[in-house]
């Protein structure tokens, strides 16, 4: 069983920066693809960014291109997600979660998700 937990959260001003963080357990971690996903208010939950085991392929929301970053490190079994230049309409609760595969993670995570962790960026 695959147990994720979210961390770095808060509340920030439009333009600031916070990193998420996502600890894994799991003896094969690393061949884990990971995502991030959100959802905000009122809202279902939507894909956010997306890293294969390797860390050699990312995908990205249109919405965060150029201003999230998703990486992992293998060693610490720990997935981040840098986010820069945060907009209000960033605000969510931010998940993470797990796949086999990065098209899966994309889609239909199938290994596990964390409980989230709140953003809240203010104008």
């Known amino acids: 069983q695959v147990q994720l937990v979210e961390s770095g959260g808060g509340l920030v001003q439009a333009g600031a920066s916070l990193r998420l963080s996502c600890a894994v357990s799991g003896r094969t971690f690393s061949t884990y693809a990971m995502g991030w996903f959100r959802q905000a208010p009122g809202k279902e939950r939507e894909f956010v960014a997306a890293?294969?085991?390797?860390?050699?392929?990312?995908h990205y929301a249109d919405s965060v291109k150029g201003r999230f970053t998703i990486s992992r490190d293998n060693a610490k079994r720990t997935v981040y997600l840098q986010m820069n230049s945060l907009k209000p309409e960033d605000t969510a609760v931010y998940y993470c979660a797990a796949g086999q595969s990065v098209p899966t993670v994309v889609v239909a995570p199938d290994l596990g998700w964390g409980r989230g962790t709140q953003v809240t960026v203010s104008s």
């Open positions: 890293i294969s085991w390797s860390g050699g392929d990312t």
